[in-house]
């Protein structure tokens, strides 16, 4: 006589299975169009001009879909959350509306594909993240809101790290990119993003004017936060993602490039 299915086992296995899920981190796809045409645009802004469609073609579709589909396990028969953005500071709004919800489970890792890092370099954040914000502790950051009038599209993820939101960071770079110029050294560990982690530190303000930053002690130093760099073209997902945006940038991206977003609705259900 065959032996019968132990259901209780099986039934218990499964709710295991589900619990150990829904401990895990939940997983971030970030993608901006701008990693996905030929060569970089700088020195942009969120209100420029669409750049030529000749000057940086954007991918193909046969490409494009290659990459949602074999290097980040998307599937059009298995859609997952997601939507479009236009500018990336709204990346950073939905996830607060996600989290405050109770959809968005913090800290989450987050898989960043663009051409910029999006972490500040150059803007006029930098001096209130290091000086102001990051001597606050973690949970009190946000309190005041007055960090809202320092957000942007350059600078969002840098806040988001600031708040506790991320545990894991995969910049995924575009394969023109050039890190030297677009990293704020201070919110690395050792001031080298080579280092693999993100380590966020609030300094004196004084002494700050006077020395350079790493002669100085931080008054305030964030645990470290893994921080992974990667080319594009040699980027594959270890897991399956809870939730996928992707940017249009329209300063920083050729009209003909919005046709990719079109196609990555098809692997999205839009929330």
């Not at 969120?46 to 396990?73: A, I, M, S, T, V």
């Not at 290091?130 to 960090?147: I, S």
């Not at 006077?210 to 002690?217: F, K, R, T």
């Not at 399956?240 to 692997?267: E, H, K």
Request: with cysteine; charged share 25%; proline share 5%.
């Amino acid at each position: 006589m065959p032996e019968l299915p132990n259901r209780g086992l099986e039934f218990a296995r499964e709710i295991k299975r589900i619990m150990k899920k829904t401990m895990e981190a939940m997983k971030i796809l970030d993608l901006d169009l701008d990693c996905f045409i030929e060569g970089i645009v700088h020195y942009s802004s969120d209100e420029g001009d669409r750049p030529d469609n000749k000057e940086y073609p954007c991918w193909h579709e046969e490409d494009f879909r290659d990459f949602l589909e074999n290097q980040c396990g998307l599937k059009k028969n298995r859609r997952i959350q997601g939507t479009t953005v236009t500018r990336h500071v709204e990346t950073f709004q939905l996830w607060r509306k996600m989290i405050e919800s109770g959809e968005l489970r913090i800290p989450f890792e987050v898989i960043h594909v663009d051409a910029h890092s999006d972490m500040g370099i150059g803007e006029k954040s930098v001096y209130y993240m290091l000086h102001e914000l990051l001597l606050k502790p973690c949970h009190h950051r946000m309190e005041t809101g007055e960090y809202i009038k320092y957000l942007s599209s350059g600078n969002y993820l840098a806040f988001a790290l600031s708040f506790g939101w991320i545990n894991k960071l995969t910049f995924v770079h575009h394969i023109d990119y050039d890190n030297n110029d677009d990293f704020v050294l201070q919110y690395f560990k050792g001031y080298n993003p080579d280092n693999g982690y993100v380590q966020m530190k609030g300094y004196d303000k004084l002494r700050s004017e006077c020395e350079y930053y790493n002669d100085i002690a931080p008054i305030l130093t964030d645990p470290d936060i893994p921080f992974v760099l990667c080319p594009v073209n040699e980027f594959t997902a270890s897991d399956s993602f809870n939730f996928a945006t992707i940017c249009q940038s329209p300063g920083f991206t050729p009209s003909s490039a919005d046709l990719l977003i079109d196609l990555f609705r098809d692997y999205i259900i839009d929330s």
